[in-house]
């Protein structure tokens, strides 16, 4: 079974930058796509980025695009988020999630067809 774990999280000035990286151990062969996820206190989780662990497709949501980068390492093993431009609309806690089906433009960003999960870690932007 994967185990992701997630680090990176702090705090920032808005238009500052962070860094999120999930390492997989464990069955790393089960992550077929990694998901970047966010929630706020009294708001549902959302898909905030998506990568294919096999061919490196990418997906965001459209309030990161063009902000936010999604990666991974040459092993395969860890997932980044790089967070630029970053705005007080941004805090959330952020996790880290594996599944093993493809990732696809309809299915990245929801949560419930993820089956692992890291730790969540929060993300705080001040203005």
């Known amino acids: 079974q994967v185990q992701l774990v997630v680090s990176g999280g702090g705090s920032v000035q808005a238009g500052g930058s962070l860094r999120l990286s999930c390492g997989a151990s464990g069955y790393t062969y089960y992550r077929n796509c990694m998901g970047w996820f966010r929630q706020a206190p009294g708001k549902e989780r959302e898909g905030v980025a998506a990568i294919s662990t096999d061919g490196d497709s990418t997906f965001y949501a459209d309030s990161v695009k063009g902000r936010f980068t999604v990666s991974q390492d040459n092993a395969k093993n860890t997932v980044y988020l790089q967070m630029n431009s970053l705005k007080p609309e941004d805090t959330d806690i952020y996790y880290c999630?594996?599944?093993?089906?493809?990732?696809?433009?309809?299915?990245?960003?929801?949560?419930?067809?993820?089956?692992?999960w890291g730790q969540g870690t929060q993300v705080t932007v001040s203005s």
């Open positions: 999630a594996a599944r093993d089906v493809r990732c696809g433009v309809s299915t990245w960003g929801l949560w419930y067809t993820y089956n692992v």
